[in-house]
């Protein structure tokens, strides 16, 4: 199955009422644990590389890499996502490089760590559009600033800072009108990184209700939740049991994120849960064998682990039984629809 855009398959979700998880990427072994999870969910799936992680991968590595994937799951399709793009140019590279769908986030300047104007947002954001869509590639954008920073991109905004930067429901509603995107990012109060909340949160930090009235405004829009790992604390524990030292955290309730599902929320981004399962599966190895130095003796179980993960967030976000339904449409068959 050729890798298919992002519109193709939020398109469906929409449709059938499912949420998609946006898992990312550094390495081989976080691909095969994603596939993995795919092929025993039978879900869709979304792979998404960061500019850190396709600079640490290389691009030509992660291509042949997505299509391994693709040749050896030809029943399950994938999205090629470029997650935070930073500037109109890295989204270009990211389409020369053959991802089927792209972040433009316009939220922040070039810099990653600045907010930036609705003004300027809409224009990088609005020439990425007319670039990608030319080419049948799909284009997220953002508006409103997330808390923390994950891979170097992120304002570091704390969680009462977070609040100052939330999105705007009407601003939103004239952002999807001006630039013409697939996909919208929205700021409810969430961060990347290990360190959420401080406390189990409730409405007034956790804004689920700015979703719903986007949602309301904007009903065939595909909404994106950023920093929506869970930080389940079994997984911070084997980190710490085998020599870890992880602050007690909250992260996003999966409840919360079914609600959103229910309010138009599509692709949900989980990235920390992975890294935590990952790092928990290879302390322990080394703690339990300290004199093993086979890197297939702690990659693997590091695969399996997150696999684990992935399975659980495929099956809660409703998408686990799906991949043999998603119409399977080329970024070529998609051009007409965006040339309509």
């Not at 500037?87 to 991802?99: D, H, K, Q, R, V």
């Not at 909250?250 to 919360?256: A, D, H, I, K, S």
Request: net charge negative; glycine share 8%; with cysteine.
């Amino acid at each position: 199955m050729p890798l298919i855009p992002l519109r193709t398959l939020l398109d469906h979700a929409a449709e059938n009422d499912y949420g998609v998880a946006a898992l990312n990427v550094n390495n081989m072994e976080q691909i095969q644990a994603i596939m993995e999870a795919a092929q025993e969910t039978d879900s869709p799936v979304i792979i998404q590389a960061s500019r850190g992680a396709r600079s640490y991968t290389n691009d030509d590595y992660l291509r042949h890499l997505m299509l391994a994937a693709a040749e050896l799951h030809p029943n399950i399709p994938i999205v090629m996502h470029q997650d935070h793009g930073n500037s109109p140019a890295t989204c270009l590279s990211a389409i020369e490089n053959g991802f089927t769908s792209v972040m433009m986030d316009g939220s922040l300047s070039e810099d990653g760590k600045t907010p930036n104007s609705y003004e300027q947002n809409m224009k990088v954001t609005k020439e990425v559009v007319i670039a990608a869509h030319a080419k049948g590639v799909s284009v997220e954008g953002e508006i409103g600033c997330l808390g923390g920073i994950e891979d170097g991109h992120g304002a570091g905004l704390s969680e009462d800072e977070a609040k100052e930067h939330l999105t705007d429901p009407a601003q939103a509603e004239q952002f999807v009108a001006d630039t013409g995107l697939d996909a919208l990012a929205v700021a409810i109060g969430t961060s990347h990184g290990a360190y959420k909340f401080a406390k189990k949160p409730t409405g007034d930090v956790l804004r689920m209700d700015v979703i719903e009235e986007i949602h309301n405004r904007l009903p065939n829009c595909h909404i994106v939740m950023h920093g929506s790992s869970s930080l389940p604390q079994e997984l911070r524990d084997i980190i710490n049991e085998f020599g870890g030292d992880l602050k007690p955290a909250y992260g996003v309730p999966v409840e919360e994120i079914q609600r959103g599902i229910q309010h138009g929320v599509r692709k949900i981004n989980v990235d920390t849960d992975s890294r935590l399962a990952i790092t928990g599966a290879i302390r322990k190895v080394f703690a339990q064998k300290p004199a093993e130095f086979d890197p297939r003796k702690y990659l693997g179980p590091a695969r399996d682990a997150m696999k684990e993960v992935c399975k659980a967030r495929m099956i809660a976000f409703g998408q686990a039984g799906w991949a043999g339904k998603v119409p399977v449409k080329s970024c070529k068959e998609l051009i007409d629809f965006y040339t309509k």
